[in-house]
Structure formats: structure tokens, C-alpha cells
């Protein structure tokens, strides 16, 4: 079998929320597709993938180096050892041949998206869901397809005032989540204190809110909202600064004791395993949130998991960023401890397939083979589109 065709088109996925940070205006994504030469009922398997919100699409990357290497390749080494399959590892090899290490920034959102796709083709091939095929490969052999995840939201945009972000919180608790996000650093620190109060004032028994600075403070800031947000019983406190400044991290922990969480924006293992050696963080009470789609794509995150194993974490201190499919099944055969939703943003490529419900903070996967795309009819039929 093979591989016979990778193709990739750049969607927007623009809105006029914004964060500490940037606006998403001119946000984009890459929508990859793998096409195989396997046929199932009269039609190739075609494995999907994208890439999370935040980073732009990396078409450009795909054309030139990463898409030509993987068709280029003899075909008999990119499959496993039945050669009924393909082997996501080799194919991922293949990619990165004559890629210098570091420098671990767009690139890996490039392969990162390309190997959800492949992983996606590899499940449907094994006419599997892809967490089920994790547990048996890499997991415990039995997954749990009950998935934690919580709702984020709480983007400024112009005339939100606190209203509007009540509303907002509002309807993601009415919708089933128990833990709720919203962003913190593009107001002052008073308004971002009466907008967190806002918030948990609409809050029951077993709710809970989560606050993300995405990256914006310096120290001083970052230990000021520290002092601040002391006072709150909050899920996390995400990102106060620069995901690579190691040593704010570490000195921000001392200073604020509750949970924090980070490592959206950390690319490879090694930039996850510098986070854990120098960033001070608590495996008791932390969150790690590396995204497999940013980050090098489930070869790399298996690499990442390895090491929080070596280092003592349990993969169920890691819920991703992203919000998208690819995170909840890797969660469910890997024992994660959940995932990132948008509800109400990023669409279609955010959200569940049909008929799957939040209840009491939790969804439930159904059976599909593969990653599950094609229970989400709206998104299936953009990734049809591309194949056709």
C-alpha cells in the first residue's frame, strides 16, 4: 500500500475576538488531506488533518519541503511491518530528513498537521478508532472514551462589556462544562479583577473558572496578576508569560501557589522538557498543555510523554490546547486528563461529532474508525471537498 497524494489548502478561520496578544482577524489554518490506495467501499481512504488556532496555515512549508520528501519515498518504507499499513513514524522520518534540530517553530505546526492526517489514515485503514488503536499500541489496551473538557472563551472584542461575558459563561455551563475559561491581560489588572468576579459570582457547587494571560506579562505583571488572582479559587492560572522565559515560570510559582498551566506555544520535546527541568513546575497541582498539532504532530507528543514519565508526571497532569479531535482521542487511549473546547468558535473545526453531549464537564467518543471526523458532518464535508 501507499501513499498516493497529500494535498493542502489554507482556510480562514477569522473572527474579531482578540486575546492579551493578537486579534484573529486574519487568522488562517492548513486543512491537509492523505490519500491512500486502500479502497473501502468503492472509495480510497483519506486521512485528515489541520492545525489548532493561533498559528497560521503553514502551506508554504508543506509544498516545499515536507509534502515532496513523503511522496518522493519508495512506498515499502513508509509502512509497518505487515505492509498492509502505514507507519506513522517512518512517514514522520521521512518528513525531516536534512531538517537541522531546534529552530522549532513553524515547521513543526507544517508536520504536526501532515501527521494528524496520517494518523487519521492509519486508524481508518485498521478500520479502528484512533483511541483505541493508542491504547492497544502505547496506552494500557483499553481506553477510556469519556474525556473531560473545558470551555474556552472570555475573547475581548469591541462593546463585550461584563454582561456580555456573563452571557457568555452563561451558556457554556447551561451546555453541560463544569470548567470554564476566559482571558486575562488585555485590561487593566483592576478590570480583569471585576471581570473574574463577574464570572464566579455566576458560578455553582463543582464550577469552576480558568484564567489565560497567553504569554503577555513580564515578571513584575506576571507576579502582580499573581498576587491578584490569589484571592480566587481558580482552575488555573495559563500562561502568564513568554512560554519560553523558563525562569519567569519558576519564579512566578513561588510566588502564587494555586494551579498554573502552560506549554501551548512549546513546539518538540525538548522545549517541553526544558519547561519541566527550569520552569518550576508542580506535578501535583499543574497543567501542561502541549498541542500535539503545533508541536512535530503524535510521533513527537508520544517522545513528549516518555519524558514526563522519566520526570515523574502522569500524562493525566496534560489537557492540549486546541480544542480539536485529534487531542480527545489521543486523551481517551492515552488517559490524559482532557481537552480544550471551543464551543462557540474556530468552526467546523472545533467541536464534537453528532449526538456527543457535555455532561457534567465530560463528553463521551463514540466508535468511529479513525480520528472521528466523519461524525461531524459540516467539517467532513470541507475535507471531502479538498479530496475530490
Known sequence: MKIVDIVESTRPIQSDIRNAYIDFSKMTLSLVAVVTDVVRDGKPVIGYGF????????????????????????????????????????????????????????????????????????????????????????????PDPRVFVYAAGGYYYPGKGLDGLRKEMESYLARGYSVVKMKIGGASLADDCERIESVLKILGPGQQLAVDANGRFDLPTAIDYGRALSQYPLFWYEEAGDPLDYELQAKLGEVYQGPMATGENLFSMQDARNLIRHGGMHK????????????????????????????????????????????????????????????????????????????????????????????KPDLIAEMRALAS
Not at 492540549?320 to 487511549?333: T, Y
Open 51 to 142: 492545525n489548532s488556532n493561533g498559528r497560521y496555515g503553514q502551506g508554504a512549508l508543506m509544498r516545499d519541503r515536507f509534502i515532496p520528501r513523503v511522496l518522493e519515498a519508495d512506498p515499502a518504507t513508509l509502512v509497518d511491518g505487515t505492509g498492509e499499513n502505514l507507519d506513522p513514524h517512518k512517514v514522520w522520518a521521512r518528513m525531516m530528513i536534512n531538517e537541522k534540530p531546534g529552530g522549532h517553530g513553524e515547521r513543526s505546526v507544517a508536520v504536526g498537521t501532515i501527521d494528524m492526517a496520517v494518523w487519521d489514515a492509519v486508524a481508518k485503514i485498521a478500520d479502528q478508532p484512533l483511541y483505541q488503536l493508542l491504547a492497544e499500541r502505547y496506552g494500557n489496551g483499553t
Open 284 to 375: 501535583d497541582r499543574d497543567w501542561l498543555q502541549f498541542d500535539c498539532a503545533l508541536s512535530y504532530g503524535l510521533v513527537e507528543y508520544l517522545r513528549t510523554l516518555d519524558m514526563l514519565k522519566d520526570h515523574g508526571w502522569s500524562p493525566s497532569r496534560c489537557i492540549p490546547h486546541g480544542g480539536h479531535q485529534m487531542s480527545l482521542a489521543i486523551a481517551a487511549g492515552l488517559g490524559l486528563g482532557g481537552n480544550e473546547s471551543y464551543p462557540d468558535l474556530f468552526q467546523p473545526y472545533g467541536g464534537f461529532p453528532d449526538g456527543v453531549k457535555v455532561e457534567n464537564g465530560y463528553v463521551t467518543l463514540p466508535p468511529l474508525p479513525g480520528i472521528g471526523f466523519e461524525g
